[in-house]
T-cell receptor, first 109, second 114 residues
């Protein structure tokens, strides 16, 4: 069983749409949670950390449900520049990070 | 500018050849990591190091070797024992304290086998 699982998509949405990505993780003792963004042929870049109480950064909202071992990312008012692959990342009790395979988003004009 | 640098951007390897990928950081981060990314797959951990002169194998360490002689440097050698080395190699670093700090990545090296 994979440590982190994501729906690979692709998600093709029009500009201005709201889109949600989901992620599940297998280790209930996982400590930290993140969403990264990866553009084609580039390195992953931190989008936001995910906190138990949920957190928001502009158009982006992240939620964590520890009981269900589930993480989500909501993007409101999608922009063309949001087109990328979104990676769900989980850190275990040590210092290892586990990456989902990513969810591909294309925002269409 | 503070950051993580990787070189070269592209690297070509001949059969039976060892090649070394460079990773340097000036962020004073404690831990450094090497990952491999193949098309359509998530990042897979090759090696990581939390302190100088110490490192641990990740999930796919076979055919790779590393060293950590300086805090800012963590080179990766792809040996001839790695039979399928073509991939995108990413180096990352992070602070260990405060806890919860995430990783930051270098721009990556694409390795191609001739």
């Amino acid at each position: 069983r994979k440590e982190v699982e994501q729906d690979p998509g692709p998600f093709n949405v029009p500009e201005g749409a709201t889109v949600a990505f989901n992620c599940t993780y297998s280790n209930s003792a996982s400590q930290s949670f993140f969403w990264y963004r990866q553009d084609c042929r580039k390195e992953p870049k931190l989008l936001m950390s995910v906190y138990s109480s949920g957190n928001e950064d502009g158009r982006f909202t992240a939620q964590l449900n520890r009981a269900s071992q589930y993480i989500s990312l909501l993007i409101r008012d999608s922009k063309l520049s949001d087109s990328a692959t979104y990676l769900c990342v989980v850190r275990d009790t040590g210092n290892q990070f586990y990456f989902g395979t990513g969810t591909s988003l294309t925002v269409i004009p | 500018d503070g950051g993580i640098t990787q070189s070269p951007k592209y690297l070509f390897r001949k059969e039976g050849q060892n090649v070394t990928l460079s990773c340097e950081q000036n962020l004073n981060h404690d831990a450094m990591y090497w990952y491999r990314q193949d098309p359509g797959q998530g990042l897979r951990l090759i090696y990581y190091s939390q302190i100088v002169n110490d490192f641990q194998k990740g999930d796919i360490a076979e055919g790779y070797s590393v060293s950590r002689e300086k805090k800012e440097s963590f080179p990766l050698t792809v040996t001839s024992a790695q039979k399928n080395p073509t991939a995108f190699y990413l180096c990352a670093s992070r602070r260990l304290w405060p806890d919860g700090e995430t990783q930051y990545f270098g721009p990556g090296t694409r390795l191609l086998v001739l």
